[in-house]
């Protein structure tokens, strides 16, 4: 029995002696202890280093802000010493629904007005601001395999075309302008969030993805920029939205307005007021 | 006295813990479930698609998980050479592996710019990435460990005399195997296949990084439930619940004669 425990060299087998059931049963807690690890470790992840004196704002964002955001936060932090400001990026639909579910957030910010549409109105307290806005941009690996030039493109059957999926703010924009543009594009997937969609072509799995202006400037020379037309084109507005009176968020809110930040959103692809 | 009832609290309260732990999140999901709308939830477009995809895919992959996981199961289980306990090792990685990074993983390998991929898409004309092949590739990684783990454990505690015995009575090794160990550890492979069934239905992170999700195509239950969530709470509700109840008929069929 003890010859077989030392068999395998992760230690994950355990007692061998209980019987096939529990052998895998030991794999599966051990794996199951490894999950809850994790899991445990990023959910107390932003807890670590907090001082006594730290303020710390929690923001919930569209994941398009992703990169906008990470630099105006360390800006923020920088200047404002004993603050600490912890970012959560997901699509905006399920933004919306971890708050609706009482997520812990002092700051969301949305892609699109119409994604706060379901967001609990009892949360809100600080009304709502336009942080900037954002318009639709087709992606393509740098080498542009698919030869895409123009979204009625899309259509081709050889084409791999990756959307988000409907539920999320950048699908129902990519929907409205390909239907405007009358182009039924050839899906082979349709992600959960704006990221998920463009690393598909990052990885040169797909051909082309519709993702936002915003994503291929972020994205740099990962990818490829194709134009669409501003005839059939979305124009995203992302509003901020207070949940909290706490003063470290007011004042963050009000750094996300400034023209320091402005400048942060526009390097990255995004118009600003 | 006293001591004994303390001590038994002192098991009995965190035991109970632990069945709460497991319970409660299902008897809510059956709480929360409109139960009257269900047959209407159900009937949502992506309902039957996911549910008939992630029955066909998790078939494909326990046929293939029997196909070449009992004859690495028997490897394991009877080989004596100095890397087998490192061969096993290997097999429990994608076990503990979280499955995204399998599905990261499974992309460098068979992705279209893949070290695999990108051989296959220039010989064959043909990428992996997108299809329902692609949702058993994922599924089959995360799942071939249960099944192999648990077939070896039962081909371990088989009394290598019975090998012995019919190499003398002139059956070859693959007779063997067939005749004899295949049929003595049947219990094992319908546990093995139960668990690596099990974990193929629920299989979420590597198939929406490596098959990405399209109804009808590569969009698995699970996956359905996922998006359905954002849109439909109550689909996403009912969708659970059909899973759930498979997964209890399956593994209560099993029970009685397999599993212990």
Known sequence: MRSQVSRVPFGLSGDVSVGVAGRVASHTAAALALALGVAGCSASGGESGNGPTRHTVVVLAASSLTESLTAIAKDFEATHPGTDVQLSFAASSTVVTQVNQGAPADLVALAGTSA????????????????????????????????????????????????????????????????????????????????????????????????????????????????????VNQTLDYPLIRLTDDPTTIEFATFLLSDQARKRLRDNGFLTP | MRSVRWARAGLV???????AVLLVPLLALLLKADWAGIPAHLANPTVVPALRLSLLTTSSTLVICALIGTPLAWLLARSTHRATPWLRALVTVPLVLPPVVGGVALLMAYGREGVVGRTLLEVAGWSIPFTPVAVVFAEVFVALPFYVLAVEGAMQGLDPRYDGLAATLGASPWRTFRTVVVPMVAPGIASGAALAWARALGEFGATITFAGNFPGRTQTAPLAVYVALESDPQAAIALSLVMLLISVVILGALRGRWLR
Do not use: F, M
């Open chain 2, 13 to 19: 309260i965190p035991a109970w813990v632990a069945i």
């Open chain 1, 116 to 231: 706060a549409g379901p967001l609990d109105a009892k949360r809100i307290v600080g009304g709502s601001r336009s942080l900037a806005s954002n318009t639709l941009e087709i992606a393509t690996p740098p080498g542009n395999p698919g030869k895409v030039d123009a979204i009625t493109d899309l259509s081709r059957p050889t084409l791999k075309v990756v959307l988000c999926a409907a539920t999320v703010p950048c699908g129902e924009a990519a929907a409205k302008a390909l239907s405007l543009a009358g182009v039924a594009a050839h899906v082979v997937s349709y992600e959960t969030n704006v990221k998920a969609t463009l690393a598909k072509v990052q990885l040169g799995e797909a051909d082309a993805a519709i993702v936002y202006h915003s994503d291929v400037v972020s994205a740099g020379a990962r990818v490829r920029g194709v134009q669409i037309p501003a005839s």
